[in-house]
């Protein structure tokens, strides 16, 4: 089951780490958010060229720290009933934007490749199209299937510990290390995901047409 699908269950948890930001502008929370992404995707590019496991270790912490403060913004907003469809945008498109500098880290670093990084992106991306364009004619934004953003970035740090702790390489073909074992993943999965996603759309605006 999708991450995302459990959004009513993580809010006891985001109503306590809420507490001390909500002094701050949630567009705040959204761009200090987006600028530890695209940290943590320079220090995965860098990585394995220089001192490979602190950068690593590095972008594991950048990237916990990114998905807390994305999960606080939009939380905060409506705690503070400051929510907005400007805000709404700006979250979306730095999401969009922090998933390009992710994808593109893990794609050039030494352990990934980046033929299989642009088939990831084209996976994340259509996901994340074919989940508002639903919202954008008139049904519900649509999170579900195998491969929300909440499990890309879980993925993402499981894979970093891996790659930390027990790092393997492969050869057939391609090298398959973790962390292109992940790319891999978020191409057959993101285009699973956007395929659920536009049967669900479809079938959803035929009952809205009659």
């Known amino acids: 089951m999708a991450l995302d699908s459990m959004r009513g269950t993580v809010n006891p948890i985001l109503e306590k780490l809420s507490k001390p930001f909500m002094r701050f502008n949630p567009n705040t929370l959204t761009e200090v958010s987006f600028l530890f992404a695209v940290l943590a995707g320079v220090f995965i590019a860098i990585s394995g060229r220089i001192i490979s496991s602190y950068f690593l270790i590095l972008a594991f912490i950048l990237i916990l720290l ?6 606080l913004d939009g939380f905060v907003a409506r705690k503070k009933n400051i929510s907005s469809k400007a805000g709404d945008m700006l ?17 050039f670093s030494l352990y990934g490749n980046i033929y299989i990084g642009i088939l990831a992106l084209g996976g994340v991306f259509m996901t994340s199209y074919l989940g508002t364009q639903a919202q954008a004619l008139g049904l519900k934004r649509n999170y579900g299937g195998v ?19 027990f790092p393997f390489s ?20 993101g285009y699973i995901t956007s395929g659920e996603r536009f049967v669900q759309s479809i079938k959803g605006l035929h009952q809205m047409d009659g």
Do not use: C, K, Q
Request: glycine content about 4%.
């Open 66 to 71: 990114s998905s807390t403060l994305d999960a």
């Open 91 to 107: 979250d979306h498109t730095f999401d969009r934007y922090s998933d390009i500098a992710l994808i593109t880290g893990f794609a």
């Open 147 to 165: 491969l929300g953003r909440a499990d890309r970035l879980v993925l993402m740090l499981v894979i970093l510990i891996i790659e930390i702790i």
């Open 170 to 189: 492969y050869n057939f073909y391609i090298d398959f290390t973790p962390i292109n074992i992940l790319l891999i993943w978020f191409f057959i999965a």
